[in-house]
């Protein structure tokens, strides 16, 4: 059983106060920052934060599952963790989409469709009026956020097909959508463009900074800098913003 996630919003008047305290931080901090290839968006935001304050940022890819969160100061992914009582603040709203090649013709996909395509139920276009091809499902792999939401919430906790491609990162899964009409996948929002066409699901995850217990000092102040004006103004960019 998970246990509970701590979600908290940290104030913008504990931001300004630990912006007037950098003084008395060493020259010398650095932050460790683990960042989902899921949220690669949110490194503008990452630089724009970290150049004010005198923390050094040393940010590193890292699957969600895949890191222990005592190396690092703060994780960003998207959706909470699986397994562990995390301190999480979010950042931003992301929505999780279903991407198929834009010369797919089968443009009556409905959510019992989509369903038994990423099941393995139906594996050929031709069961959905398309061509007499077979379909080339492609997901993320474990711990990828986005094969996470489609499991736990659109297909209701069963397995993706065992026949499944996997694409190590979002970016090689647009790739692999993009030059092929028979694949389907599923994507981050920030990382659809127009060589993929999709179809909301209405898969929504929360975009999270992480850490293993309540985070003071630079980290502390980083965190509250994403969620200010300053990092939401370059958040809203990629990701719908906090209501």
């Not at 301190?87 to 931003?92: E, K, S």
């Not at 038994?116 to 139920?121: K, M, P, S």
């Not at 993320?140 to 026949?163: C, I, K, W, Y």
Request: net charge negative; hydrophobic share 45%.
């Amino acid at each position: 059983m998970n246990r509970y996630t701590k979600i908290v919003f940290l104030s913008m008047i504990t931001f300004l106060a630990a912006c007037n305290a950098q003084g008395s931080a060493s020259d010398e901090a650095l932050l460790e920052i683990a960042l989902s290839p899921a949220a690669q968006s949110v490194q503008a935001a990452l630089a724009a934060c970290g150049a004010s304050q005198t923390a050094r940022l040393h940010v590193e890819q890292r699957v969600p599952g895949q890191t222990n969160p005592e190396d690092y100061d703060v994780i960003i992914q998207l959706g909470p963790p699986q397994d562990t009582d995390f301190f999480a603040a979010p950042l931003a709203e992301e929505q999780i989409l279903i991407a198929v090649n834009p010369l797919n013709p089968a443009d009556s996909l409905n959510r019992i469709d989509l369903a038994e395509i990423f099941r393995g139920q139906i594996d050929q276009w031709a069961a959905l009026d398309g061509p007499d091809d077979a379909i080339s499902v492609w997901v993320g792999p474990e711990g990828d956020e986005a094969r996470r939401a489609l499991q736990t919430d659109f297909l209701q906790g069963s397995p993706v097909t065992g026949n499944a491609h996997i694409a190590a990162t979002p970016q090689l899964m647009l790739d692999a959508i993009a030059s092929d009409p028979n694949a389907i996948g599923v994507l981050p929002a920030a990382w659809a463009d127009a060589s993929v066409k999709t179809i909301d699901v209405g898969l929504r995850v929360p975009l999270l900074a992480l850490s293993a217990s309540e985070p003071q000092g630079p980290a502390r102040t980083l965190i509250n800098c994403l969620q200010s004006e300053v990092g939401q103004a370059i958040l809203s960019q990629s990701y719908p913003t906090l209501p």
